[in-house]
């Protein structure tokens, strides 16, 4: 099946600092999500991006569908941004929304 | 907040014991999903449902069952509980007309002992 490989596994930043968290998949999708997990456990849609970029506040993503990469940036990073990020994706075919996970990057940003 | 909720938010059970997790959405969507998330795997699809009374299987499915007998409400059901299903648990929504953009209940903390 589809593998899902996120890097680095784990970041840590100083306030302030700006990021880059790279997906890479192994097949072609057509749907590609990055989540946040906050330190309590809560898991928020950060980007729905199968390609293109997109942009809210000092988050950034950007999809290489032909290249099978996707990127989170991450600017003037914030102790709120700490968490696990996930990036996920459907397996080619799909059509109902199931998604496969990557292991996610730990991100601790120092205050 | 996409109004998911879901119950207990922690439990603590015997091994061969009965457990069903509850997920309840406010909004109607067609598409709930349910997922486990355990050290060093992420988080993997147990089963999913695609409307009332349809649902099917997601990459870890054994030992699981579900069922949705309202549009509102995706019901988790381990029949026999095992110490292998400790696990936190999180459902989940999306709608299709926004490319299954999924979002999350706030996760049920299962220990089996």
């Known amino acids: 099946g589809i593998q899902v490989e996120q890097s680095p596994p784990d970041l840590i930043l100083q306030e302030g600092a700006n990021s880059t968290l790279r997906c890479n998949f192994s097949?072609?999708?057509?749907?590609l999500q990055w989540f946040h997990q906050n330190p309590w456990g809560q898991l928020i849609n950060l980007f729905y991006?199968?390609?293109g970029t997109k942009q809210n506040g000092r988050l950034s993503a950007t999809t290489v569908a032909t290249e099978r990469y996707s990127l989170l940036y991450i600017s003037s990073s914030q102790t709120t941004d700490s968490g696990v990020y996930f990036c996920a994706v459907e397996p080619p075919g799909g059509s109902q929304g199931n998604l496969i996970f990557g292991k996610g990057t730990k991100l601790s940003v120092k205050p | 907040d996409a109004g998911i909720t879901q119950s207990p938010r922690h439990k603590v059970t015997e091994t061969g014991t009965p457990v069903t997790l509850r997920c309840h959405q406010t909004?109607?969507?067609?598409?709930m999903y349910w997922y486990r998330q355990d050290p060093g795997h992420g988080l993997r699809l147990i089963h999913y449902?695609?409307?009332?009374?349809?649902?099917d299987k997601g990459e870890v499915s054994d030992g699981y069952s579900v069922s949705r007998s309202k549009t509102e409400d995706f019901l988790l059901t381990l029949e026999s509980a095992t110490s292998s299903q400790t696990s936190v648990y999180f459902c989940?929504?999306?709608?299709?007309?926004?490319?299954?953009?999924?979002?999350f209940g706030p996760g049920t903390r299962l220990t089996v002992t």
């Open positions: 449902s695609y409307g009332v009374k349809d649902t």
């Open positions: 909004e109607n969507h067609r598409y």
């Open positions: 989940a929504i999306s709608t299709r007309d926004r490319g299954y953009e999924q979002y």
């Open positions: 991006i199968p390609s």
């Open positions: 097949d072609s999708v057509n749907n």
